[in-house]
């Protein structure tokens, strides 16, 4: 059988990155980031990518593997993950999968849903529709064929409504339908899977610290700027504004906002993608829950002792 992946999620700012390159470095391990973000080429600080340090612990695959304005999806991230997976295991090296990205995760674990694909035609609809009554209207119509999704789904995530209304409209079945039936199938990989959940004042705290010496150093505006200029070229990379962080420097930069208004509102943002990303693993993957404030190597090793060297 497959070797075992040892999977370390949580939210934001838990301290996955630090406990991941501790446990990498005592395994002799390499790590496959399962970022949404952090797969972008030029998006290192405002995606708080594992720095060059921590990069040269062990190694890391799946970052910087896409430009902003490509679409990285669940279906290709598998893809090169397996990808990456098999790479390591040939060379006799354990994975460890780091990441916040549950789908993504999930999909890994366990398989992509049966669901059917894209259809361009069907969204351009929906695009329009959009335009004319807003995505509130949308998530009222999902509500009506699908309520279980509706209430998953924020009345403002349009990709997330899209892609639910899309499933039932090709399939003629529920998304939240074909999500229950999913999460009986049969695994992919065998994984042991670590939660980190600091208590949420000291996850606040990490936040805003973050927040702060993201605007201090001065990278978000570097980076930022560097997005800008490529969109002016490439503007598909639009799409990377919506990435925490950077429409709000950009907002700055435009003076539309101020700086300290622009890290209120980011501080704001990544609090609230801690929250959704924290009930999502808590309701969707098993998980065994630990509790690192720092995380470090006396962590690692308490980890390993409990489920390596037993």
Known sequence: MTARLLVVVGPTASGKTSLSCALAQELGAEIVSADSQQCYRGLSAGTAKPTAAEQSRARHHLLD?????????????????DAAIEEAHRRGKRVIVTGGTGLWIRALLRG????????????????AEMEREGVPALHARLAEVDPDAARAIRPNDRVRIERALEVHALSGRRLSELQR?????????????????PPREVLWERIAARTRALFESGALER??????????????????????????????????????????????RTRQYAKRQRTWFRNQLPADDVTPLNPDAADADAVLARWFRQ
Do not use: N, W
């Open 65 to 81: 593997v896409a430009d902003p304005e490509e679409q990285l999806d669940a279906r290709r991230f598998v893809q090169l993950a």
């Open 112 to 127: 992509l849903v049966g669901a059917p694909g894209a259809s361009a035609g069907f969204r351009a609809g929906l695009r």
């Open 223 to 268: 980076e930022t700027r560097c997005l800008l200029d490529r969109c002016e070229r490439v503007p598909e990379a639009r799409k990377a504004l919506k990435i925490i962080g950077y429409g709000e420097m950009a907002a700055a930069l435009a003076g539309r906002s101020s700086q300290t208004e622009a890290e209120e509102r980011v501080a704001a």
């Open 181 to 197: 039936e999913h999460a009986f199938a049969q695994e992919r990989y065998p994984a042991r899977v670590l939660q980190l959940s």
